[in-house]
């Protein structure tokens, strides 16, 4: 598996939206993409990310 600075913030996104049933808003994803010890990333990166994996 890769280590956590070598995968995108995509990557990193979708591991938690994989992880998880219920729905996760923005700023409860931002704190699970935070706390998977990569790099930190603020929340409007989370939600261009979400907006990306969306379309």
Known sequence: MAKPR????RDRIQAVLDAHDDPLDA???LEL?????????????V?????AIRN
């Open 47 to 51: 939600r261009n990310t979400l907006t």
């Open 27 to 29: 700023l409860q994803i």
């Open 33 to 45: 993409v935070n706390a998977d010890g990569g790099r930190e990333v603020k929340l409007g990166s």
């Open 6 to 9: 070598d995968r995108t913030l």
